[in-house]
């Protein structure tokens, strides 16, 4: 197992608009020095991502081994399931208030904390499923803050497929994109069978004829993390390459 040159550290953050504290986990690369200026990758469902996806090790990897520029990551925790859903389900509670947290209080804290690139590239997002849809929800509110997103295995509702289907341009944003073949067949936590195949497919022919930096995949497999971590390599060559 290959041993982490950067480094992993916990963070909180006040929110006002969720009048909560929110912990935040930070990936520094190996050579981080507060004189340059990195982008940085932010994840929803920031523990799985880093625990489960092993996002903040494989982006250490590929930086050591190849030409990945050097990032910040910062995984955005959650309280649990239903406090998940209540932030990034477009129906929860806390969604609208947790969107205002992402675009406002977060970015501040980090452009304020880290040498940041403060143009709109500068900043990118990444998640999963809900997380997915939170990620790209925000890219299309905000394309001059979050330049950047890895959508994996989106929850795409037809209110997503309208709102892209009014937009004529969306050439500031570069998105990966990906989906399991298997998700014409997802159980949720519900026990619900749902579809995730045929709504990402829609929305990739949309994305497709929009001026943007744009690349959609579809791996082997369904709507698991073991298929997410293997996706992640791809994603991140191709929002983060040198070459």
């Given amino acids: 197992m290959a041993i982490l040159k950067g480094s992993i550290t916990d963070d909180k953050i006040y929110s006002n608009y969720l009048d909560e504290e929110i912990d935040l986990l930070i990936y520094l690369p190996s050579k981080f020095t507060p004189l340059v200026k990195?982008?940085?990758?932010?994840?929803?469902?920031g523990r799985d991502y880093f625990q489960l996806g092993k996002l903040a090790k494989t982006a250490d990897r590929l930086m050591e081994e190849e030409n990945l520029q050097s990032c910040i990551i910062v995984g955005v925790n959650h309280k649990g399931i239903e406090d998940r859903k209540?932030?990034?389900d477009p129906?929860?509670?806390k969604h609208e208030n947790y969107i205002r947290f992402m675009a406002f209080e977060l970015t501040s804290y980090l452009n304020e904390k880290f040498n940041t690139l403060q143009l709109g590239a500068g900043m990118g997002l990444i998640g999963d499923s809900l997380g997915g849809y939170i990620a790209f929800k925000l890219s299309i509110l905000y394309p001059n803050t979050f330049g950047k997103v890895i959508v994996q295995s989106p929850y795409v509702p037809e209110s997503l497929i309208e709102t892209v289907e009014s937009i004529?341009?969306?050439q500031t944003l570069t998105i990966y994109h990906?989906?399991?073949?298997?998700?014409e067949q997802f159980i949720n936590p519900e026990g619900i069978t749902k579809d995730f195949l045929t709504p990402n497919r829609k929305l990739s022919k949309l994305l497709n004829n929009l001026a943007l930096d744009y690349e959609y995949a579809e791996f082997q497999g369904n709507h698991l993390w073991v298929n997410w971590q293997k996706d992640l390599i791809p994603a991140l060559r191709f929002l983060y390459?040198?070459?």
């Fill in 178 to 183: 990906s989906i399991g073949d298997e998700e």
């Fill in 38 to 45: 990195y982008p940085i990758l932010i994840a929803q469902d």
């Fill in 168 to 170: 004529e341009q969306m």
């Fill in 86 to 88: 209540a932030k990034y």
């Fill in 241 to 243: 390459s040198d070459q």
């Fill in 91 to 93: 129906s929860g509670e």
